[in-house]
């Protein structure tokens, strides 16, 4: 049977119920024309404020982590766009606020395959992939980002931003065991990350 569709828009962290992602949090870009949504790559750009990866790039991205919780400048409670019930549950663009963002580089993720291309195959495990969006960068409604996970460009290990690490073990609605083919979940891991051992120092030029 076919996998389960939009099961895992944006990046999950794969964590035990008892052991919550850790967070940092940063100043987000107003400069940048997206708007912000928990499960989004982010990367501290030469601002020294994080905003959104541009979707698609393999060629060298950088990421710091992946955005999962908002606050004021005060640090004291949700940005007053989102405060409401009558807001959205996503950052508006143009709204000074913290992200806080997942920032550990050895975190993995949990990420859906996208259906464009050729469906990865079992020995893809290991290699190097981009991400993508499925109509628009979020869900306005959920709050939730809709990056998933791009056939494109697959096994340029040293430059796309992420690793494929492992099928993740879940049974879809109709019994089966989540497995290769369209919307597959992966455990991902981001490879290229800010804060990793490889020396990466010089910030994300803005992008947005």
Not at 64 to 76: E, K, Q, S
Not at 110 to 139: D, K, P, Q, R
Request: aromatic letters at 10%; glycine letters at 10%.
């Amino acid at each position: 049977m076919a996998n389960d569709q939009g099961k895992n828009y944006g990046a999950f962290p794969l964590t035990q119920p008892d052991s919550p992602p850790k967070l940092l949090y940063y100043r987000v870009e107003t400069a940048s024309t997206i708007q912000y949504f928990r499960g989004q790559f982010a990367v501290i750009n030469s601002n020294g404020r994080v905003e959104t990866v541009v979707a698609g790039n393999s060629t060298g991205t950088l990421s710091c982590g992946v955005i999962w919780d908002f606050l004021d400048l005060t640090l004291a409670g949700p940005p007053s766009a989102m405060n409401s019930l009558t807001q959205g549950a996503f950052l508006p663009v143009s709204t000074d606020a913290f992200a806080g963002v997942i920032y550990d580089p050895q975190q993995l993720y949990i990420m859906e395959e996208s259906s464009a291309g050729t469906a990865f195959a079992l020995n893809s495990l290991g290699t190097g992939v981009s991400f993508t969006y499925i109509a628009t960068t979020g869900n306005t409604t959920t709050g939730f980002a809709n990056s998933v996970i791009s056939t494109s460009a697959a096994g340029v290990t040293t430059q796309n931003m992420l690793q494929l690490v492992a099928i993740h073990n879940v049974i879809n609605n109709d019994g089966t065991i989540n497995d290769v083919g369209d919307f597959c979940k992966w455990v991902v891991r981001i490879q290229r990350h800010q804060f990793a051992n490889a020396g990466i120092a010089t910030p994300q030029a803005l992008t947005g």
